[in-house]
């Protein structure tokens, strides 16, 4: 089993969509969550951090769910510059503190 | 430019060629990782410095890889003898701590070819 595990999508949706993406990890060691967004052939760039209580930032919100080990990501009025791949990760408590990713769920939003 | 830089962007090298990457963090970063990527993955974790010492490293480094950070600036990553299956992009992440979190920034990798 995967220590995270993402659903591959790809995700096609029309523009203005609200899109979700759903993550679960196995780790319950796990300490520290983020959304990382990756286009093509570039590197990660981190997106947001996931809070215990949830955030919002724009058109973005993150959810934790830390007794069923789930992560969520939704997004609001899709924009055509949202298609990109979306990689959840997870940190597990220690002094590294590295990173461990899903697979990433791709989304294409159409005009 | 203030983000990770990485050089060389790409690298094609013959089987059995050493190459050598080469990784600068953003400046006040104290911590520098490592990761791999192949096709279709999300990155994997090879090694993570702090400052200069190398305090873990992943199952996946295998004795051909070598990494260094020799005054906790800079870093370097060394592979011996590649191999094909060494093909893949090659990323380098620093971070500091913010907020309570470990936000790590990622330069534009390396994607080595091995032919």
């Known amino acids: 089993r995967k220590e995270v595990e993402q659903d591959p999508g790809p995700f096609n949706v029309p523009e203005g969509a609200t899109v979700a993406f759903n993550c679960t990890y196995s780790?319950?060691?796990?300490?520290?969550f983020f959304w990382y967004r990756q286009d093509c052939r570039k590197e990660p760039k981190l997106l947001m951090s996931v809070y215990s209580s949830g955030n919002e930032d724009g058109r973005f919100t993150a959810q934790l769910n830390r007794a069923s080990q789930y992560i969520s990501l939704l997004i609001r009025d899709s924009k055509l510059s949202d298609s990109a791949t979306y990689l959840c990760v997870v940190t597990v408590s220690g002094s590294a503190r590295q990173l461990t990713f899903g697979s990433g769920t791709q989304l294409t939003v159409l005009p | 430019d203030t983000g990770v830089s990485q050089d060389p962007r790409h690298k094609i090298t013959k089987r059995g060629q050493n190459v050598t990457f080469r990784c600068d963090p953003i400046s006040e970063h104290n911590r520098l990782y490592w990761y791999r990527q192949t096709l279709g993955q999300g990155p994997e974790f090879l090694t993570y410095?702090?400052?200069?010492?190398?305090?873990?490293k992943s199952r996946l480094l295998s004795d051909r890889f070598s990494a260094e950070r020799p005054k906790g600036s800079f870093s370097t990553l060394e592979i011996q003898r590649t191999e094909q299956g060494d093909s893949a992009m090659y990323l380098c992440?620093?971070?500091?701590?913010?907020?309570?979190?470990?936000?790590?920034?990622f330069g534009p990798g390396t994607r080595l070819t091995v032919t």
């Open positions: 410095f702090q400052n200069e010492a190398q305090l873990e």
């Open positions: 992440a620093s971070s500091a701590r913010t907020g309570g979190f470990y936000e790590q920034y």
């Open positions: 780790n319950s060691a796990s300490q520290s």
